[in-house]
């Protein structure tokens, strides 16, 4: 029990070398009033064999539908090699490498991580990972206002959007450090950043701008006059991207005439499952003149005493262990098995399986959107094109329909009521390589029942 | 051993004060604090024009095991930071008295009266003070 | 064991790769509605390889790493027990890994159950009124945990309060992490037994006190034994307890933090509840309060009502500190802890503290007798001890780095070193309660072999590792010439 290996023979022997009685007597320092008598509102102990049906019953309450929600998340197909040499023992219960020698694997694993996601967003050095997108997105904020030497009013011009999850992470995770956001409105034709209202800013001092692409919305903004207007001004630029767009767009170091400054993103998409929110892993990527701002892990190249290459953690005096108070961040541990994963998905799609992903859920949701538009009470909302997402308005309450769809195994998308209730009834729907043209037939069907439903009702 | 200068004032946080002809002053941390640190991999030095006071964090020494300020023994105006030290951190454990200077500063009027500078032989103390 | 292995890019072959895991090619048509101007000109520059080539790559650098499951890693303060093959199994069910974070509660009520349950059983072992879950790891909980002693404050008008207190052996995200938080840091000494010296501790509170963030047992691997009287002079004072959860593993079943005084706690998932480390992560930094701090707990949380399972979310929660990750934090994390929770139930979870503590005691008084010199010899062992190899350093010129270094060629991961920095020339051991008996005497002789070759073939020593894929690495080279990304050119 408790997976404690001790024969009543060594509990013996081992408290006789010690020079005790018994157990108790290892805990005679602690004040015996504190001492409690046990744990009455933990259940007995259940077995392997008893844990597994529990578990697979709590499983069973969860399946059962065909998803079309993305909003952050998305399902893709995810190789099977992935998940298995990810959990191989020496991956899975290793610790960080902070002893070298004997961390050889995770950390080439994360040098080579970091030429993949350097190489993806065209961006020049990447950290080991950081929680998901929005604390990666936190982060960069902070990461900026530190960079930007020419700023003192950490001011952050955030686009509205972004995503509005990443949005409130951002503020509620550096407000007590007195850095101030600012919402950018979108342009309702459009659903793409409103460019007049950042020309009203002009002239103030902006410390870095936000651009997210493709936006909350799946929307392309305009990602090349955005970086050049806020470099102008002397403002950074953080890009928040898709790794999976990225095998289709523009990559930030290419955006506007120099390239953003830093770029970060949900690399949930590259090979790690849905799992209910998480862990998924953020990553973030920099020019280089930024490398000593930056947070989290990095790792370097370097040579043995024998001449040998070798990898190790490098920059460490930017971090919490050595540099403490005045630290980059508070960042420790990170998200290092869930990169893993990435890397071997990266390995195995290549540049040619990335961007056949990325195309086939393009066309997927496209597919999905003309099927959708054609049933009556049903359009898109934006004009434009979309990369794998669009928002569509419905002529009935979308939590009724979306209620209607669930009955019948499909969650159909998100409703966008709560984040943004000036498009009413609306909801954000995704589609992906891994879906057929059957299902997508499927969803039309149960779309137009619903609707139909509720205008009978 | 740590040699010590004698033309040199020191401050307890191990910074050493060079006062220049034409009355400015150079700033840099002692061969003491070079070697406790180890070898630097990274300096950051204070831009010009900068206004400091004394106390002031205004420059950042780093080797691969620790990392720490480098503090404003008098209150002023920074003139120029090293530049030469971006691409060559090693010239501070090198030359910690000479060519790996920090930073020069133009004392503001009765600052270095002001600072609590210490000879060669009260820093010698501290350090002695310190081994103890 | 091959002790070298190719960087992936240098197996690739233009036109190769894993074609059997794409989906068919899109016809460009299909594209044709993007603009050219934000499309990518270049591909990225990715590995070609087959999938054969990726198993064996990756398969092959697995195998240059050490980890629980092939090595003993006594690190301290990191409690490297045994991840139980159950929680991962479990945790992987697919219906769990197909689940979409914005999934209707209806089909949710699985893994909110698990939650829910989550959350009561951490309540009941730490002795708080309420738990949140989504803090993805240690430093998050903690900074959670710092963002909420803030939000009370400021809520009472006590916006003033803005110190933390810590000790200063404290870990270091506990002072980044008032930082982060906006706060100031005032470090205190401990005594020459270890225990927070309370004569500094109350001149250091007063009306700027916001809270003082505590490990206990502490970092120097002892119990706090003035504990209750730190909590008394924090509170009157008006400021709050911290407790860093680090440690918890010591006092799993034994003591309750929540009964210790304190008002706050993370706890380290992957520390305590055997959640793998994963090479650097996934944590999970699930963070408990008292009756005050209730209000302003993170969001999302599971809530039951009747027999049904749902999300509480910011609305309902206008004090809440608010979201700190995009959708439920580590969720997968999450499951594999409340498993493992449920395979020791209320009897195993009161051995754990017991048991962690036997095995530090046993290996601590087994390193005295070989003549190890413990740091506080006089003191009882928690879960973890300290050793310090000042006298070696001093005599024999042989530091605890060149040690740890050399128990590598011995099969043993090193304890953790140079940490707490208050201690010169600290090993700082944990052997966790999954270990046996007969690990724990190989490693003390071990550590003796190493001690005999330190006395007469010093070198030996300090110019380990001698067995593993590469010696010590030039962390100064590595700092100064950085190569941060594999480039054809780049040397090898």
């Known amino acids: 029990m408790a997976f404690i290996p001790h024969t009543r023979a060594d509990v013996e022997a081992m408290l006789r070398t010690i020079g005790v009685a018994r157990l108790e007597d290892l805990f005679d320092e602690i004040p015996a009033g504190l001492k409690i008598k046990g744990l009455d509102r933990i259940p007995e102990a259940l077995n392997e064999m008893q844990v597994g049906r529990l578990m697979s019953e709590r499983a069973r309450c969860d399946g059962g539908l065909t998803s079309f929600l993305g909003a952050g998340a998305y399902e893709h197909h995810i190789p099977s090699a992935v998940w298995a040499i990810t959990t191989r023992g020496e991956f899975y219960s290793a610790y960080t490498p902070y002893q070298a020698e004997a961390s050889q694997g995770t950390l080439q694993m994360i040098y080579e991580f970091q030429t993949m996601i350097a190489r993806l967003t065209g961006m020049d050095v990447s950290n080991a990972s950081m929680y998901d997108g929005a604390s990666a997105t936190a982060e960069a904020a902070l990461m900026a206002v530190r960079a930007n030497r020419r700023s003192r009013a950490a001011r952050i011009l955030v686009p509205s959007t972004l995503h509005p999850h990443y949005r409130r992470v951002a503020l509620n995770t550096t407000h007590n450090q007195g850095l101030r956001f600012e919402e950018i409105p979108y342009v309702r034709e459009s659903g793409t950043l409103d460019p007049a209202a950042l020309e009203s800013l002009a002239g103030e001092d902006v410390t870095a701008l936000v651009i997210q692409q493709p936006n909350f919305f799946g929307r392309l903004e305009d990602v090349d006059a955005l970086t050049d207007w806020a470099h102008a001004r002397g403002a950074l630029v953080i890009a928040v991207v898709n790794p999976m767009s990225l095998a289709l767009f523009k990559p930030p170091g290419r955006w506007g005439t120099k390239g953003v400054d830093i770029a970060v993103g949900e690399g949930q998409p590259l090979g790690v499952p849905l799992s209910g929110g998480g862990p998924y892993f953020g990553f973030m990527t920099a020019r280089m003149e930024h490398v000593r701002q930056m947070p989290g892990r990095i790792v370097g190249r370097t040579l043995d005493s024998a001449g040998k290459g070798g990898f190790t953690l490098t920059l460490q005096a930017r971090e919490q262990h050595i540099r403490r108070a005045k630290a980059t961040s508070n960042i420790c541990t990170n998200q290092g098995l869930l990169m893993t994963a990435a890397t071997i998905y990266l390995s195995l799609m290549g540049a040619e399986g990335l961007k056949r992903t990325a195309a086939a859920s393009h066309a997927r949701t496209r597919e999905l959107v003309a099927l959708l538009t054609r049933i009556p009470g049903v359009r898109a909302a934006f004009q434009g094109p979309f990369f794998h997402e669009c928002v569509l308005q419905l002529s009935r309450p979308a939590a009724g329909v979306l209620r209607s769809l669930a009955a019948r195994g499909i969650a159909g998308g998100l409703d966008l009521a709560p984040y943004y209730p000036e498009l009413g009834s609306a909801i954000l729907t995704c589609a992906t390589e891994t879906k057929t043209t059957a299902d997508l037939e499927r969803y039309a069907l149960a779309l137009g029942d619903a609707l139909n439903a509720a205008q009978a009702a | ?132 | 064991m091959a002790l070298t292995e190719r960087v992936i890019y240098e197996y690739s072959a233009p036109g190769r790769g894993a074609a059997d895991q794409w989906p068919a090619p899109t016809g460009e048509a299909e594209l044709s509605d993007l603009p050219a101007a934000l499309r990518r000109a270049e591909a990225p520059q990715l590995p070609e390889v087959s999938e054969l080539d990726v198993v064996r790559h990756f398969t092959r650098l697995s195998q240059l790493n050490f980890s629980i499951d092939t090595h003993f890693y006594p690190l301290g303060s990191c409690t490297m027990k045994y991840n139980p093959k159950a929680c991962n199994q479990y945790a992987m069910l697919p219906e769990f890994l197909a689940r979409h974070p914005l999934a209707p509660e209806s089909h949710g009520q699985g893994f909110l159950a698990c939650m829910y349950e989550l959350q009561e059983m951490l309540k009941e072992v730490t002795g708080m009124q309420g738990v949140a879950l989504s803090p993805m790891a240690g430093a998050h909980g903690e900074f959670a945990g710092v963002a909420m002693i803030r939000a009370y404050h400021r809520a009472r008008g006590d916006d003033a309060r803005n110190e933390i207190i810590v000790p200063e052996a404290a870990h270091g995200t506990n002072p980044a992490t008032a930082t982060m938080c906006g706060c100031v840091v005032r470090e205190i000494p401990v005594d020459t037994q270890g225990d927070v010296d309370l004569d500094a501790l109350r001149a250091a509170v007063g009306p700027q006190t916001a809270g003082i963030m505590l490990t206990n047992p502490s970092t120097l691997g002892v119990f706090e034994r003035h504990i209750e009287a730190v909590a008394r002079i924090v509170h009157d004072a008006g400021g709050l307890l911290y407790y860093d959860g680090a440690n918890l593993n010591a006092i799993l079943g034994k003591v309750r933090p929540g009964d210790m005084g304190f008002d706050v706690i993370h706890m380290n998932l992957h520390k305590t509840f055997s959640t793998p480390h994963g090479g650097g992560g996934p944590g999970a930094g699930a963070v408990g309060v008292g009756e005050r701090l209730l209000p302003f707990l993170p969001v999302p949380l599971a809530a039951k009502e009747g027999e049904r399972y749902r999300w509480v979310s910011e609305a309902e929660r206008p004090q809440s500190i608010g979201r700190l990750s995009a959708f439920m934090g580590n969720a997968g994390v999450l499951l594999r802890a409340y498993i493992y929770m449920r395979l020791l139930g209320r009897e195993g979870m009161q051995k754990v503290g017991e048991f962690a503590t036997l095995n530090a005691n046993y290996l601590l008084q087994r390193l005295k007798d070989a003549g190890f010199d413990a740091a506080y010899p006089r003191r009882r062992a928690s879960h973890e001890f300290i050793v310090t190899l000042r006298r070696q350093a001093r005599e024999l010129n042989v530091t605890a780095m060149d040690f740890a270094k050399r128990l590598l060629d011995y099969g043993f991961h090193a304890p953790t070193t140079y940490f707490p920095l208050l201690v010169p020339e600290c090993l700082l051991i944990e052997p966790t309660e999954t270990e046996t008996r007969e690990v724990l005497d190989a490693f003390v002789a071990a550590l003796s072999q190493i001690q005999k070759e330190a006395e007469q073939e010093p070198g030996r020593v300090t110019s380990a590792p001698h067995t593993m894929p590469v010696r010590r690495l030039d962390d100064v080279r590595a700092a100064r010439q950085l190569d941060l990304t594999w480039k054809p050119t780049a040397p090898s």
Not at chain 2, 46 to 58: F, L, Q, T
């Open chain 2, 1 to 132: 051993m740590s040699q010590l200068p004698q033309d040199l004032k020191y401050t307890k946080s191990h910074e050493w004060v060079r006062t220049r002809a034409d009355g400015s002053l150079e700033i840099g941390i002692t061969d003491h604090a070079q070697h406790a640190l180890g070898d630097l991999v990274f300096v950051e030095v204070p831009e010009a024009g900068r206004a400091v006071k004394s106390g002031d964090a205004c420059a950042v020494v780093e080797s691969v095991k620790a990392a720490s300020d480098v503090y404003a023994p008098v209150s002023g105006e920074i003139l120029e930071g090293n530049a030469q030290l971006a691409s060559a951190p090693e010239t501070v454990n090198g030359d910690a008295y000479g060519a790996g200077w920090l930073y020069r500063l133009k004392p503001a009027a009765g600052a270095v009266q002001a600072a609590q500078l210490l000879s060669p032989q009260d820093y010698q103390k501290v350090l002695d003070a310190e081994a103890g």
